[in-house]
């Protein structure tokens, strides 16, 4: 499923790739490749990071073309490790967090980056700076006052600062700093020696998106090993993320109403949630779906009385869903606190690599579902919701249209599962045998957007380096700049619009 050619090696998601036939470009090759991609309307970089080699670095990126379906890997090096790299993000500015990362994991320099900043703060960070001593972007003038928000903040969330630079109640510039905690994932997936301590630190990465993460892990792990599931389980996983994304779309739906005082969605938006993580902790135990996804087959398997059950959920879900669905969009407090709103376009989507949600609702056909299926997703084609105009009110009716068009896309889920439900699942493996100097890369869809987990295997087959991309990473940026020229206190509404991952950001 790989192809290499001189400067690339072609090949599909969850599919591994020798290490071997990877080319290693020279840098100024390399700038070509990544500058080629971002003039692609259909094409962005998966992912891009550095791993420790003798005497320097080896880089490895992965671009995504959404129109062919592939996923293009490539490499480069740098010798001497007090060498520098001219930096991408000047010409390519969705390469800066990328860029930041490794300049502050590894002390690489990356000359003329526009915004040579920490990204997330790890304990062994090469740079030497405490989180206190952040470099907020500053601007000097009597007129203007500075206003921050966290690390600490009101609800029970996790920590983040945010630091505005206001003109009376008008928002000039919105600098948002994380790293304030971590819990050093991607080392611990190369510390913890058993498969099932692995599976489980994949989906404690974002405690919302268990199944998200968990079925990246699963498929990243099954490719490296060469182990190829049933179709019936694959189908069974597409079934979970897509209760998922109703769940967390439906809870998300209910807090944004809070955010604009109509108490009354709030209320019901957040009723409706409950039945639907509660089916999901009857099927597995654990109402975030904790345990359902294990590599190569399951301890929770699909069966005739789950489906009757969840078929006659969605019926009464989707009823009272459109009820205050319509209810909720057709009131005209809301329509005024969500209609243009934290707009941002499609240009500067583009321009810091959006993902998911905010990638779709401005006019970005980008969701890996349809671009890089895996799954059940392979089976039953699944066609994206695509909106244009970028705002709140974009963000809140991309949900509605998602959960309706998941509902039915389970149905035809179910559909399908009944063609192959004879077929009796494997129990997971406690123990696999990986390729050895592989490469493999594999993307899921959770309900924020593009996941992305990527690992490197050594001669024996052990995992040498493992990368965890969450959408976050990507789009805290747009919240930064949906907040320019709007007055303060439009930033609750438009943060819980984005509603972004702290830990799943700094790991």
């Not at 072609?10 to 840098?27: A, C, E, H, M, R």
Request: charged share 25%.
């Amino acid at each position: 499923m790989s192809t290499a050619t001189n400067s690339s090696v072609q090949t599909v998601n969850g599919f591994s790739t020798s290490i071997d036939k990877i080319p290693v470009l020279s840098y100024g090759h390399f700038q070509q490749k990544a500058d080629e991609y971002n003039k692609r309307p259909g094409a962005h970089c998966v992912t891009y990071y550095a791993c420790a080699v003798d005497n320097g670095y080896q880089f490895f990126a992965c671009f995504a073309d959404d129109e062919t379906h592939e996923l293009e890997i490539v490499s480069h090096q740098l010798i001497n490790k007090k060498a520098e790299l001219l930096a991408l993000t000047k010409e390519v500015p969705s390469f800066h967090g990328y860029e930041r990362e490794m300049a502050e994991n590894f002390g690489i320099k990356f000359l003329w980056h526009p915004w040579p900043k920490p990204l997330r703060f790890p304990h062994d960070a090469t740079h030497g700076l405490k989180i206190s001593q952040y470099p907020f972007y500053r601007i000097d003038s009597e007129d203007l006052h500075e206003v921050g928000v966290g690390p600490i903040h009101a609800g029970v969330i996790e920590p983040g600062h945010f630091r505005f630079i206001c003109n009376g109640e008008t928002v000039l510039h919105l600098e948002i700093q994380l790293g304030w905690q971590h819990r050093g994932i991607e080392k611990l997936m190369l510390n913890k020696p058993n498969l099932l301590q692995k599976n489980i630190l994949a989906e404690s990465i974002t405690g919302d998106t268990a199944i998200g993460h968990g079925l990246a892990f699963a498929q990243l792990m099954e490719g490296l090993a060469g182990i190829e599931v049933s179709g019936r389980l694959e189908l069974e996983r597409s079934i979970a993320l897509e209760l998922e994304r109703i769940a967390v779309h439906t809870g998300d739906l209910s807090a944004m109403c809070t955010d604009v005082a109509y108490q009354f969605g709030s209320s019901v938006f957040g009723a409706l949630r409950t039945p639907i993580v509660n089916y999901t902790q009857s099927w597995c135990g654990n109402r975030f779906g904790k345990g359902l996804i294990r590599v190569s087959g399951s301890y929770y398997p699909f069966n005739d009385v789950l489906k009757s059950r969840l078929l006659a959920l969605l019926d009464e879900f989707i009823e009272r869903f459109e009820t205050i669905a319509d209810r909720t969009f057709d009131l005209d407090s809301v329509f005024r606190r969500f209609d243009d709103i934290g707009t941002i376009t499609e240009k500067q989507v583009r321009q810091f690599g959006g993902v998911g949600m905010v990638a779709r609702m401005a006019g970005i056909k980008r969701d890996v579902r349809w671009s890089h299926p895996s799954s059940g997703y392979k089976q039953v084609p699944y066609e994206p919701e695509v909106l244009t105009t970028g705002d709140v009110m974009a963000r809140a009716l991309l949900r509605r249209r998602e959960i309706e068009k998941s509902i039915d896309y389970l149905r035809d889920l179910i559909h399908k599962w009944d063609d192959v439900k004879e077929i009796e699942l494997e129990k997971p493996r406690r123990s696999i045998k990986l390729q050895s100097n592989a490469f493999n890369l594999s993307m899921t869809e959770g309900w924020r957007g593009e996941i992305c987990h990527s690992a490197i295997t050594d001669k024996n087959g052990d995992i040498i380096n493992y990368k965890i991309k969450d959408p976050s990473f990507h789009n805290w940026m747009g919240l930064g700049l949906a907040l320019r020229d709007l007055e303060i206190s439009d930033f609750p509404i438009n943060n819980k619009s984005f509603d972004l991952s702290y830990c799943g950001h700094d790991l």
